[in-house]
């Protein structure tokens, strides 16, 4: 729900819509075939400000919104709103987003390399 | 002015009975770039000074008092040379130099204005200039000796040739000379082999410093004492004076205090160019090997940049894989270390190194920015200089925010050590040396694109450059007949001819908003709709292409306000709106009058239309599919509106419902790119992806500027593990991919 229009981030759309993947038969076959915990952190304007954290976790195949509480993520990303975007829909990759520091990472490489813009279902346009 | 001439070798600063070399920085500046050039560095203007200059001399006292004192308080052996640059005010400094060379004829450069230091040096000089006759570069006053074995260290760093001690005769220099060789030649070392390993570095540097006997671990790594503490008070003074500029001042204090504690060489460099930053010498030397960009505030980003890039390339390099070592990726990070590539306004760009016949000139523009900057930085008052820094950080915002911030905030070093490490442990993947080398490609490839659609991303129109419709007598009357046919490129033509000719024709820009929507182009379609809302704001039409243009750009805020607009300018439901929600949007409010307007005419297929929009904006897609199946009914040969309901079902995981919409719409009207692509959006989601790339082909042949489509494909053409068609991709080739994958 919308609930104030000013306070909404791009990325809650994708985050929910992601939601409903993972319960698609493409979404399971993802979570089969990833099968790591990401936290999302998403910063309106700035990385570190006022961030809302994601789970995506492709063991369960389950997005929820808040820090993972089952123990430690395999990976942990920041974005700005607007980056993590780009990231999401394959406007920009993540290696790019590293270099240019639109994306901050912590935990293990490996799982992060697994973080690919093909894991996030596109959103079709009206 | 005197600075200029120590450079350039001018008439005060010649010492009788010596060459040209005699001028310590110009010495050094021909060893650097070899002889040919003494010529062109003498051509730098050394009459008239700018009045940035003056500026920096005339303020000298007052404004560089913080910095000044804390330098000659700190470091009472430090260069006398600098001292007495320093203590002189602009008149005095002339006068002094030629009192100097009155009464003290043979006198080394770096001896002016110390009594004590001259006999020795007088001693030095002579010895130096009777020793070693037999070796060339050996010979002459110690500042000859020492730029010649400056340049010998360079040119061995651009052969990549380890570099030998060679014994030297005493040259004579203070603790304060000692440490800034150091420094520098340490920091120098590290952007010339940011791609070899740190031992290699400083084998480099301490055969230099062995040579030139100088101790390689005393203080090269921590600041004076005192200094930085004179440093922050003046950062606290700026602040001070400055509130409104308190937060960004703050970050470039947290940022520098970081990178002193953090980066051993960061801070040496810090403190070095603190030490530097009005005179040049070395200095620009320096900026001119790394970067020829000029030294503002925004700048310092870059310096972050490629120390960041450098740590990476540095730990990178170690690891041994043959295949990493030659990518491009690597290749690219210690450019950038280097400085050959920076990273300005967001976009990649070759700072190529300058042939020494163009030195000159480069020093010359050098020399005006580096004094610029030193004039910002310190004459023309903190504030100023605080002010200018906020100020830009303010205008290009989020772009030069992302390199300072994240110099500040990412912890760089936790990270390349944390990269290293696993890197160490065979952390990646057989192929991802390859993923991270073609994403230096990509990078380069997307800021080319990046610039070409910075424009549109700004809201402004961009319009297409050959434009075969301009000149056309009726335009209008022509892109209407296109877009009729569903001949959607050519329409957007006939349409842009028609607007650069009536730039106030609402209609005109309407149906180009509409062609480029249709076109699966949205950033173009809200340009274009914009302008047609400026010349006729009440459009109902308008307000609703922008509103669902908007929702698909997840941009909510500015959906909501034109579906509400759309509301309020309907002569039928206007009057439901009540005047004070205009101010603050929410989106229930909105929601309750639509609904509101949807029970007095339920049979009025927009309001359904416009309620479906709204639904997909606070994602109830259930609510939206039955206001889009209502309208439906209402207007079934409507191929936006199928269009609308499949992009619904898809958006909440009906795929195969969405499929049947978007063939209904295409049955409509068969060149509706964007149900095209959604068709292939539609199969990607359900991981089918040799079909996706089908269907992105066909937009894609429709429409080749569809972004989206462009790069929706190449994550469908490497899930579908076809990277042999990424080439054709990348590069656009429509014939290949056609031929490939026929729909």
Same mark, same amino acid.
């Given at each position: ?126 | ?173 203070? *603790? ?215 100020? *830009? ?202 609904? *509101? ?147």
């Amino acid at each position: 729900m919308v609930e104030s229009s000013s306070k909404q981030l791009k990325s809650d759309a994708l985050m929910d819509q992601m939601k409903l993947h993972l319960a698609s038969d493409a979404g399971k076959e993802l979570t089969k075939k990833i099968n790591l915990v990401y936290q999302i952190n998403i910063a309106p304007k700035k990385i570190g400000f006022d961030e809302v954290a994601y789970v995506v976790d492709l063991k369960k195949g389950e997005v929820s919104k808040g820090s993972y509480e089952g123990g430690k993520p395999d990976a942990t990303f920041s974005f700005k709103d607007e980056d993590f975007v780009k990231v999401a829909l394959g406007k920009m990759n993540p290696q790019i987003a590293f270099m240019r520091g639109a994306m901050k990472i912590k935990g293990s490489l490996s799982a992060a390399q697994k973080f690919t813009p093909d894991i996030f279902p596109k959103p079709s346009k009206m | 002015m005197a600075m200029r001439e120590l450079v350039t070798g001018g008439a005060a600063c010649a010492v009788p009975g010596s060459s040209s070399s005699s001028n310590p920085l110009g010495a050094l500046a021909n060893a650097l770039i070899g002889s040919s050039s003494k010529e062109k560095i003498k051509e730098i203007p050394t009459s008239v000074p700018t009045s940035s200059e003056r500026h920096f001399f005339a303020d000298n006292d007052d404004h560089l008092g913080a910095l000044d004192r804390s330098f000659v308080e700190s470091n009472d052996q430090g260069s006398d040379f600098l001292r007495g640059f320093r203590s002189a005010g602009q008149g005095e400094l002339s006068a002094a130099w030629d009192d100097i060379q009155r009464s003290q004829a043979p006198l080394p450069p770096q001896g002016r204005g110390s009594q004590t230091l001259i006999p020795e040096l007088d001693r030095i000089y002579d010895r130096a200039s009777l020793t070693r006759p037999q070796q060339p570069i050996l010979d002459g006053p110690p500042q000859r000796v020492l730029s010649s074995f400056l340049h010998s260290f360079v040119d061995s760093s651009r052969g990549g040739v380890p570099f030998r001690p060679i014994p030297l005769p005493i040259l004579g220099l203070s *603790e304060g000379d000692k440490q800034c060789i150091r420094d520098r030649s340490s920091i120098m070392a590290r952007h010339f082999f940011a791609d070899k390993s740190e031992d290699f570095i400083n084998a480099q540097v301490n055969a230099l410093l062995c040579s030139l006997d100088i101790d390689g671990d005393v203080r090269a790594k921590g600041p004076l004492p005192g200094r930085f503490r004179e440093l922050e008070d003046y950062w606290n003074e700026s602040q001070d004076s400055l509130k409104h500029g308190a937060h960004a001042a703050d970050e470039w204090v947290a940022e520098f205090n970081q990178q002193r504690t953090e980066h051993g060489d960061a801070d040496a460099w810090a403190h070095s160019f603190e030490q530097q930053h009005g005179a040049i010498g070395w200095a620009s030397e320096f900026e001119q090997l790394t970067s020829v960009d000029h030294m503002r505030g925004a700048n310092i980003s870059n310096f972050a940049a490629m120390e960041q890039t450098r740590m990476l390339a540095n730990t990178l390099a170690q690891n041994d894989d043959p295949k990493f070592q030659n990518s491009k990726f690597l290749q690219f990070l210690s450019k950038m270390s280097r400085g050959e590539l920076i990273i300005d306004d967001n976009q990649v760009k070759e700072t190529a190194l300058p042939a020494s016949g163009d030195w000159a000139a480069e020093y010359r523009q050098q020399y005006n920015r580096s004094s610029a900057w030193a004039d910002e930085f310190v004459s023309h008052g903190s504030d100023q200089w605080v002010n200018e820094f906020t100020t *830009e950080q303010e205008q290009h915002g989020p772009v030069d925010d992302q390199w300072v911030n994240e110099f500040s905030k990412l912890h760089v070093q936790d990270w390349a050590e944390e990269f290293g490490r696993q890197v160490g442990e065979g952390a990646l993947e057989e192929d991802s040396a390859d993923n991270w080398a073609s994403a230096y490609d990509e990078y380069l490839n997307e800021q080319v694109a990046a610039k070409n659609r910075s424009d549109t991303s700004r809201g402004l129109y961009v319009f297409s450059d050959m434009n075969p419709y301009v000149g056309h007598p009726n335009p209008l009357k022509e892109g209407q007949e296109l877009f009729r046919k569903g001949l959607l490129s050519e329409a957007v033509l006939a349409l842009e001819a028609e607007v650069l000719k009536n730039p106030d024709i609402a209609e005109g820009w309407r149906l180009l908003g509409i062609a480029h929507a249709e076109n699966d182009d949205d950033q173009q379609a809200i340009a274009a709709m914009m302008r047609a809302q400026e010349a006729d704001p009440t459009n109902l039409e308008v307000l609703l292409a922008l509103g669902v243009s908007h929702t698909n750009e997840l941009e909510q805020a500015a959906a909501l306000k034109y579906l509400y607009g759309w509301l309020r300018h309907h002569p039928k439901y206007g009057t439901l709106v009540s005047p004070e929600l205009s101010d603050s949007l929410y989106y229930a409010d909105v929601a309750r009058l639509f609904n *509101e307007a949807a029970q007095m005419s339920p049979d009025d297929a927009d309001v359904h239309i416009v309620l479906g929009v709204l639904y997909n904006l606070s994602r109830e897609y259930d609510k939206a599919i039955a206001s889009f199946q209502t309208a439906l009914k209402l207007k079934p040969h409507d191929y936006s509106l199928w269009n609308k309901l499949g992009a619904t079902q898809a958006n909440s995981v009906q795929s195969a419902d969405a499929i049947l919409a978007y063939q209904k719409a295409l049955d409509l009207k068969p060149n509706y790119v964007r149900a095209w692509a959604n068709m292939g959006i539609s199969y990607a989601n359900q991981g089918m992806y040799v079909d996706s790339i089908c269907y992105y082909v066909r937009a894609l042949a429709m429409n080749p500027k569809a972004d989206n489509a462009w790069q929706y494909l190449r994550i469908s053409l490497s899930c579908a593990s076809r990277n042999d068609m990424l080439e054709a991709c990348d590069s656009r080739n429509l014939d290949i991919l056609q031929k490939e994958f026929p729909l």
